[in-house]
């Protein structure tokens, strides 16, 4: 929520007739609704002058200010949280001017009203004063560090605001919750407001929850670290924090084990905002400090812009894990075919230059096609990825393993069988050589081609999805192919290539064809959540150490 530390401004515009009121939203709401009581409140400053200011404090949850008059009298006014300024007060101000004691059941009943407001998600706001003897006024000197005193007041009156929820706040909420993101709320209202907020918000789902799902800031603080760590995964709404709630509540998180990110806006959440994994600012209400402390400065200051930065994060991490699988996928086939053919045989099918196209150029245009995949709405149906999870998971690895063992088989048997199943048996040794190992590199570079296509949906069976939005990758596939064509029929010499027949190259198109309908049959099969690593570690047996001789072996 937001912090509101400004003093109010009245500008008075040249027509005279109209008041335009600036400074913070509570401030101009409580201001605003003042002129509608035809308050005339430049009178009432040209009556008085300001002699010291005590800043709203987010820890006291309240902002002072000392006048005094032209009679010299000295009035010290108080506003800041209804309950906190009700429990200093000692009297309360009637609506005739006459002044009473604050007895408990009045105390109650003002407590009461207050209540009542904040299940209306309304924000309560208290108003008080008190009389202060011109001779304890300090020095103009000594006044830089005088602390306002807030005992003995007299209560004049309380009120309520509405601060409605931005359209599109639910809706992003309950996409943050459907996509594994769990919203916490931490505000400096007091419990009531802050769980009709949240149920508003959809943060909080059941009306009577209790502690610790929603908590005030003073226990969650008075808790040791242990403590701490053991309710904040079960924290959804933190009432009558203080920054240093928040970060108490960060620091919590990431040691369970969480990826955290923190939006704030005031220099106080400046430490939050650096502690977390990513911190978020807001651009326009957004202190410089706060700004400076975050990584991600969000320019309209609206939440539903968080679920955009879910959603491209995402949408970056899942292209780099695609463009990964490609090129492991790549790299793989040429490996096992060129050190296979070379034990063998002791010549290799793809040639110095030949590999070069293909990691160099290929590989490149390959990486600039799947880093341009604009996110997508399955991208927020995933559950986050944890700080530990591995880069390359098991569902890339099984479509690695299933491409590259097919391009292998395939390749391998052209180059040991190629002459006889292409029918080139007829030509001498060196030509059919020559066209074999053309034939072999067109068909790895087309199945890398084909390939491509699979690598931009390594999870969904529809391959083709979207795939006509995404211009740029259509023109680096067409670029690769008409490369290839130039490769094979024109550039012999440079490659140590010769031309193929249309008969080859639709052996060569069919060949890597069938890497798409292989990879929608892969992707029925099922991976286990374990990560390989931690699979192997668990399978590879432990040594034993001295003394275990007689124990059980391991099951």
């Not at 004063?129 to 306002?148: A, H, M, T, V």
């Not at 931005?166 to 594994?180: F, I, Q, W």
């Not at 929850?209 to 933190?238: C, H, L, Q, T, W």
Request: charged content about 20%; proline content about 5%; some cysteine.
């Amino acid at each position: 929520m937001k912090r509101h530390r400004c003093r109010f401004f009245l500008f008075i515009l040249l027509d005279g007739s109209t008041v335009e009121v600036t400074g913070s939203p509570t401030e101009k709401a409580i201001l605003s609704w003042g002129l509608e009581l035809h308050m005339k409140f430049a009178v009432e400053r040209s009556k008085s002058a300001i002699i010291h200011v005590s800043p709203f404090n987010s820890e006291k949850k309240r902002g002072g200010v000392a006048v005094i008059g032209r009679d010299s009298d000295v009035h010290v006014h108080w506003k800041g949280a209804a309950e906190i300024v009700l429990a200093l007060c000692t009297n309360w101000l009637d609506v005739d001017g006459s002044t009473h004691e604050m007895t408990p059941d009045k105390a109650n009943h003002f407590r009461k009203y207050i209540e009542d407001m904040a299940e209306q998600s309304l924000r309560c706001v208290a108003f008080a004063y008190r009389n202060l003897d011109p001779k304890d006024i300090p020095s103009e000197e000594q006044r830089i560090n005088w602390e306002l005193p807030d005992n003995d007041l007299t209560l004049i009156g309380i009120v309520g605001m509405k601060d409605p929820c931005r359209p599109g706040v639910r809706d992003a909420v309950e996409l943050c919750t459907n996509s594994g993101v769990k919203v916490r709320m931490v505000t400096g209202d007091n419990l009531q407001t802050a769980r009709a907020i949240a149920l508003e918000c959809g943060i909080l789902t059941d009306p009577q929850a209790s502690a610790p799902v929603i908590i005030e800031g003073k226990v969650f603080r008075a808790y040791n670290d242990a403590e701490r760590e053991a309710v904040a995964d079960k924290i959804s709404v933190m009432g009558r924090s203080s920054p240093n709630d928040k970060l108490l509540l960060v620091k919590a998180l990431k040691k369970n084990g969480h990826v955290v990110a923190v939006t704030g806006d005031g220099t106080n959440d400046a430490p939050a905002l650096h502690e977390a994994d990513i911190g978020l600012s807001m651009g326009i209400q957004g202190t410089e400090v706060a700004k400076e402390s975050s990584d991600i400065i969000i320019l309209d200051d609206n939440f539903a812009s968080v679920v955009k930065v879910v959603r491209w994060g995402r949408s970056v991490y899942a292209n780099i894990q695609k463009f990964i699988q490609f090129q492991l996928t790549v790299n793989v086939a040429a490996l096992i075919i060129n050190v296979v053919a070379a034990i063998s045989s002791g010549n290799v099918p793809l040639n110095a230059v030949q590999l070069l196209w293909v990691n160099l150029i290929m590989d490149t245009l390959g990486a600039l096609a799947l880093a341009t995949e604009p996110p997508t709405d399955q991208l927020m149906k995933r559950t986050p990825v944890g700080r530990r999870e591995p880069l390359v998971t098991n569902i890339m690895w099984r479509n690695l393993f299933i491409q590259a063992v097919y391009q292998v088989a395939v390749l391998l048997t052209l180059n040991f069988r190629g002459r006889d199943l292409l029918h080139l048996t007829q030509d001498t040794l060196e030509h059919s050589s020559k066209v074999k190992n053309s034939f072999i590199f067109n068909t790895f570079v087309l199945c890398q081609v084909f390939n491509e296509f699979n690598a931009r949906k390594p999870e969904e069976l529809n391959i083709f999805e979207g795939v006509s939005r995404n211009h740029l990758f259509l023109a680096v596939v067409s670029v690769t192919v008409v490369l290839q064509v130039i490769i094979i029929e024109f550039l012999g010499k440079f490659t140590s290539t010769v031309r193929l027949s249309w008969q080859l190259w639709l052996v060569s198109l069919a060949i890597a064809f069938i890497s798409w309908p292989l990879a929608l049959v892969g992707k029925f099969i099922p991976v286990p959540q374990t990560p390989l690593k931690n699979l192997i570690l668990k399978c590879w047996p432990k040594k034993k150490k001295q003394g275990d001789e007689g124990a059980a072996p391991p099951v």
